[in-house]
């Protein structure tokens, strides 16, 4: 072959190539352009506690300040649907937030559980009444954990996979609220605190269990928020708010930036 012929088919070469690339790259970025997540659940996924409420979202209080919206600003999803509702259980979850899935759904997250598990009730019993009978109700709460809430949280899974058959499911967990021996010199107990803390791993290992059962992936927030706990000095949870009670024991808006949305974002 002459120089001259290497010479061409070395260009020609190059340019497949160069073309190649710029197709893979083109695809890449198309891949990415239709990418769709959506965010299902709880309080903890709407973002209450953190603040600047859409007035559009009423008694759901979703937020910008919430992991959900924070992880669609930095990846620029093409398509982001945010039904998280602030008191949702596993019901409301199926009767009303499944809707945005579909089978172009790649990316979900959910927190689902502590509702149904009566965790409202559990931390107005341990704040009003005695030590004994807020042991008494986190233990009411355990047993509900063990015999219902699994069929609940399958229901819920179950329904997911099946909207969104290709899509990643992310199910994220609760943090332990209390930082034992801490800085607090008023409010609960201490055994009150280390029950609750119990409950709160109790649950989280439930739901991990399910997830996992499922091949969605559980993301542990409690080693993110260990530091930060109620009675830390530097906490990211919301003690008893009475002047906005609904937003007692759930992340500030740091807490969302700083607990929940690094986690997610190492899992997603």
């Not at 710029?22 to 659940?41: I, M, S």
């Not at 579909?102 to 009444?129: E, K, P, R």
């Not at 791993?201 to 930060?228: E, P, Q, W």
Request: aromatic share 8%; proline share 3%.
């Amino acid at each position: 072959m002459s120089m001259r012929m290497s010479r061409v088919a070395a260009l020609a070469s190059s340019l497949l190539l160069a073309a190649g690339a710029a197709l893979f790259g083109a695809g890449e970025a198309a891949a990415q352009a239709d990418f769709g997540y959506v965010a299902l659940g709880d309080s903890y996924s709407s973002g209450v506690g953190a603040g600047n409420y859409d007035s559009a979202s009423g008694d759901c209080k979703r937020t910008t300040r919430a992991y959900p919206a924070l992880w669609a600003v930095a990846h620029a999803p093409q398509s982001f649907a945010f039904t998280a509702c602030s008191g949702a259980r596993t019901g409301d979850v199926l009767s009303g937030q499944l809707g945005p899935l579909n089978s172009g759904t790649d990316l979900v997250s959910i927190t689902i559980g502590g509702n149904d598990a009566g965790f409202s009730d559990v931390m107005t019993t341990c704040v009003l009444q005695s030590e004994s009978t807020c042991v008494n109700r986190v233990n009411q709460a355990k047993a509900y954990v063990d015999s219902t809430l699994p069929g609940q949280l399958d229901r819920v899974y179950d329904a997911i996979r099946g909207r969104a058959p290709s899509a990643k499911v992310v199910v994220l967990g609760y943090p332990r609220f209390y930082k034992l021996n801490g800085s607090c010199v008023a409010g609960l107990t201490e055994g009150e605190r280390s029950a609750i803390n119990g409950a709160s791993d109790y649950l989280n290992a439930a739901i991990a269990k399910r997830a996992a059962d499922h091949g969605f992936t559980f993301a542990s927030v409690a080693g993110a928020f260990t530091g930060h706990e109620i009675c830390s000095g530097d906490a990211w949870l919301h003690s008893v708010n009475w002047a906005n009670i609904g937003e007692s024991y759930h992340p500030t808006a740091t807490g969302q930036s700083g607990g929940y949305l690094p986690v997610f974002s190492g899992k997603a």
